[in-house]
């Protein structure tokens, strides 16, 4: 259950995995600057740390990803930027 999000220029794309042995989600995240009626050329998929590794449900690693994404946006993860974008 993918989600996309403008935010601030950028589109974040949440989204998350199933875990096969545990029947949990771990959270999955692109951002890219949003051009609007364009197609996307400078994306980057992130890999934060996320408050823990995996979710019970799509609803909850999806949600985590979405703010994760805000997070790196305003520049609150040190280490995480989209200035290159």
């Known amino acids: 259950m993918p989600r996309t999000l403008v935010y601030k220029g950028f589109e974040i794309k949440a989204g998350c995995v199933g875990l096969r042995n545990s029947g949990h989600f771990k959270p999955t995240l692109v951002i890219a600057k949003h051009h609007e009626g364009l197609s996307y050329t400078n994306d980057r998929v992130f890999a934060p740390p996320y408050p823990r590794e995996d979710y ?12 994760v994404g805000k997070a790196i946006i305003d520049g609150t993860l040190p280490g995480l930027s989209v200035a290159d974008l």
Do not use: Q
Not at 56 to 67: F, P, Q
């Open 56 to 67: 019970e449900t799509e609803n909850e690693a999806v949600a985590v990803a979405l703010s």
